[in-house]
């Protein structure tokens, strides 16, 4: 009976994970080329997830909303960019950081303009709803293993993107030497507006898949967050492959502290000292993650090549 | 010194500081407000001593306001009022976790250092959200205040209003002795230069750290103010978010300025009132404010009272 418990808080870890991953990927992107640190990925995290409610709602399917909401995030995203954030390029991180934390209270405030303090649900179609019998005797909600599914197909096409294509090319030369891109007579500014879109879609997805489990609502950006944050200074900030396997590490043991730490620590301390312990610890043991990896490895685990 | 328009403003806005309760003899409200600036203008001053001087982009910084005000509330919460007890206590706690955070975040540099800062906070956000004996997300309410073997009584407004005032004052005059000293030097000129500063032969690291135990122990400090004043603690105070604002305030005022952090912290409380005064969505306005301040205003509030032989420019 455990084992099954053990199995099924490991897809749920997993998981975790991914989402994590969709929206440790545009960071990464964005701060390993263009330097930048934004704080406001986090609302366009929300923004996808409430624009999904709301074509949801409108289109009467879940799917029509997705697609619909994809295009909208980017579109987003890249004004945020042409607007606000091209300035900050230049400028020290503290800036970059105070000014996409103002960004951040405008639109969590326009959101509950829009959509009202309580946010929206997003009810699932029938034929996501349910759960299937992933061994026999061991029912899997059906979503779940549908998010597990679509996040590592965007994995793999982020992947293909990256390493087999001209345009990730240019994306790896700009992680590793952005002045001489430019040098080379590309056009910086496009592709800075490129990447920033394309991480803009990448963590609307995140909230989009995310918002079934959890609930589109206003705040939701800022609690994934400092967890993303943490999976990019695990994997090592600028690398997707690092990004990828922290988020999979930070998303198994945050679900795995949660789950099973009271009994772990139930083997060697008393029963109640394990009830009052284990929900703090496994509230910190992410971070404890992050700040032992640091301590011994300051630039990550998997820091990109070629950085000087 | 000479008499310029920084020094007038300052003395000025110090003398109405100073005389607020007398002039609003009977606005309880508006004594609160200005008391709450006061306090986190406190939490600004360490701050701005390890962002502007220093140079360390701690995006945690709220932490020791956490810290102080649990201090208050779980020494409360045990039915202990005494002050000789809980203001020790509460300094040196967050002396050691400025210590032990400190000692991390410092073997980092920039933007890994701002995530370290920011995650590390978030670590003790959680941790507070987690304890439920203290009231887990609700916090706790501080029925009675810090008492000193009644030598001052916090629970009366006034006295409370003027134990702030003068931990400012000390605080703020400190802190100018501070960056003037031998010490100050050092962590400016570490901003300049470090690995000059380390090719003299300065220790810089134990620098950094001193001064980044420094900070959050008189943030520490602003906390067990702000827990006897609220009368409540709970582990929103920790949040990140907050963390932000008390940057903003750092900024917005002038960063690396003595009297800066005061300016920006009331200017900000009282843009707080002001707009959400004006509508409950201030927020709005409020965001888009402080981009502008950021690409416009760097010098903050500081800046517009002349030029000044600054350090960081």
Not at chain 1, 107 to 121: D, K, S
Not at chain 2, 95 to 114: E, P, Q
Request: hydrophobic letters at 60%; proline letters at 3%; charged letters at 10%.
């Amino acid at each position: 009976m455990t084992w099954t418990l053990l199995l099924e808080q490991s897809l749920n870890g997993f998981q975790l994970g991914i989402v994590l991953f969709l929206m440790a990927a545009g960071l990464t992107l964005v701060f390993g080329i263009m330097d930048m640190v934004n704080l406001a990925h986090g609302s366009l995290y929300m923004i996808g997830a409430l624009l999904c409610a709301t074509f949801t709602e409108w289109t009467g399917s879940f799917l029509l909303g997705v697609l619909l909401a994809l295009p909208a995030v980017l579109v987003v995203g890249i004004l945020v960019e042409v607007v606000a954030l091209r300035t900050l390029y230049k400028r020290d991180h503290l800036d970059q950081v105070l000014a996409s934390f103002g960004l951040i209270l405008f639109f969590n405030e326009l959101a509950r303009i829009v959509w009202g303090p309580e946010g929206m649900a997003i009810p699932l179609p029938a034929w996501l709803d349910g759960s299937i019998e992933i061994l026999p005797g061991v029912p899997y909600p059906t979503y779940r293993l549908m998010v597990i599914v679509v996040g590592l197909a965007v994995a793999a096409a982020l992947y293909w993107l990256v390493v087999k294509t001209r345009t990730g090319m240019l994306i790896r030369a700009g992680a590793s030497n952005r002045t001489m891109v430019g040098a080379l007579g590309v056009n910086i500014g496009l592709l800075f507006t490129l990447i920033f879109g394309l991480g803009a879609a990448l963590a609307g997805l995140a909230g989009m898949i995310a918002a079934p489990i959890v609930q589109a609502n206003i705040g939701m950006g800022e609690s994934i967050l400092i967890p993303a944050f943490v999976v990019i200074v695990v994997g090592g900030i600028g690398s997707i492959r690092g990004a990828f396997i922290a988020a999979l590490i930070v998303g198994l043991i945050d679900t795995m502290g949660r789950s099973f730490l009271d009994v772990l620590l139930g083997t060697f301390m008393s029963a109640n000292a394990a009830e009052t312990a284990a929900p703090a610890l496994s509230a910190m043991a992410i971070y404890i993650l992050m700040a032992v990896v640091l301590f011994f490895r300051p630039q990550g685990l998997f820091p990109p090549q070629g950085r000087g | 010194m000479v008499l310029n328009r920084r020094i007038i403003v300052t003395v000025l806005v110090l003398i109405a500081l100073a005389l607020l309760p007398v002039l609003l003899g009977g606005a309880p409200f508006y004594i609160g407000v200005v008391a709450r600036a006061m306090i986190l203008a406190i939490a600004a001053i360490s701050l701005n001593l390890i962002l502007g001087y220093g140079n360390m982009f701690s995006f945690g910084h709220a932490v020791y306001i956490g810290i102080g005000a649990y201090t208050v509330g779980i020494f409360a919460h045990y039915d202990i009022f005494n002050g000789f007890i809980q203001w020790p206590v509460g300094l040196a706690v967050s002396a050691l976790i400025a210590l032990l955070f400190g000692a991390i975040s410092l073997r980092t540099k920039g933007v890994y250092f701002i995530m370290i800062t920011m995650a590390l906070a978030q670590m003790m956000y959680f941790l507070g959200l987690s304890l439920d004996k203290y009231g887990a997300d609700d916090g706790l309410v501080i029925y009675t205040r810090s008492e000193f073997a009644g030598l001052i009584d916090l629970e009366d407004h006034v006295t409370l209003y003027y134990v702030v005032f003068g931990f400012l004052l000390l605080t703020v005059l400190g802190m100018a002795r501070l960056i003037n000293s031998r010490f100050g030097l050092v962590i400016r000129a570490t901003k300049f230069n470090e690995a000059r500063m380390r090719a003299l032969g300065f220790p810089v690291g134990r620098y950094k750290l001193t001064a980044f135990v420094l900070a959050g122990t008189i943030c520490g400090l602003a906390g067990l103010l702000l827990g006897n004043f609220t009368n409540f603690v709970n582990p929103d105070m920790m949040h990140w978010t907050r963390s932000g604002e008390l940057i903003f305030m750092v900024v917005l005022g002038g960063m690396g300025s003595v009297f800066g952090p005061i300016f920006g912290a009331i200017t900000f409380l009282l843009l707080e009132e002001f707009l959400s005064d004006l509508t409950e969505h201030w927020q709005i306005v409020f965001g888009p404010f402080l981009i502008l301040v950021v690409l416009f205003a760097r010098g903050g509030i500081d800046g517009l009272l002349g030029r000044k032989d600054r350090s960081d420019d």
